[in-house]
C-alpha cells in the first residue's frame, strides 16, 4: 500500500513539474515567466516600444497628456499585458497631474486595448485601531509614525 502511494506521489509529482515545464514563456529577458503570471521587468524604464503601446491603447481617446514613468511588469496571456506606471495630466486650464496604473493588453497581431486605469491615492492609508494595515503591515498615523 504505501509503495503504491509513494509511486502515485512520485507520479504527480512528475507530472506537475513537466506541466510547469510545458507552461514557461519568454519575457525578452533570461528569466523565464509562467504563462499567466506577472513578470517584473529588469530594467523599468519606458521606451519608445511603451510609448507606442500607449499611443495605440488610448487611440481615438482625447483629454489627457499621459507621460510614461516605468513599466511595472508584463503578463504573458494569448498577446501582452503590460502595467505602466504613468503621470496624467488632464488638458484643462490649472490642471493638477496624477499618476496611475495604466494596463494595456496587446493582442498577437500587435493591436492595444486599454484595460484598466488605476489612479494611486498616496493620502489613502487604511488602517485598524491596531495601527495596522489590513495585509498586516504597519500604518503611519500621529501615534506610531
Request: charged content about 20%; overall charge negative; proline content about 6%.
Amino acid at each position: 500500500m504505501k509503495k503504491r502511494m509513494l509511486i502515485a506521489l512520485a507520479l504527480c509529482l512528475a507530472l506537475c513539474l513537466g506541466a510547469a515545464g510545458l507552461a514557461e514563456g519568454t519575457t525578452g529577458t533570461d528569466t523565464p515567466a509562467l504563462l499567466g503570471g506577472w513578470q517584473a521587468p529588469q530594467d523599468g524604464t519606458p521606451t519608445e516600444k511603451t510609448r507606442e503601446l500607449l499611443d495605440k491603447a488610448f487611440n481615438g481617446i482625447e483629454g489627457n497628456a499621459i507621460e510614461p514613468i516605468a513599466v511595472l511588469g508584463t503578463q504573458v496571456v494569448s498577446g501582452t499585458n503590460t502595467c505602466i506606471l504613468c503621470r496624467i495630466t488632464p488638458a484643462v486650464p490649472d490642471a493638477v497631474s496624477y499618476y496611475a496604473m495604466i494596463y494595456v493588453y496587446e493582442d498577437l497581431e500587435g493591436n492595444a486595448h486599454l484595460n484598466m486605469i488605476v489612479e494611486l491615492d498616496p493620502g489613502a492609508v487604511y488602517m485598524g485601531e491596531d495601527g495596522m494595515t489590513p495585509d498586516g503591515g504597519l500604518g503611519l498615523s500621529e501615534e506610531n509614525g
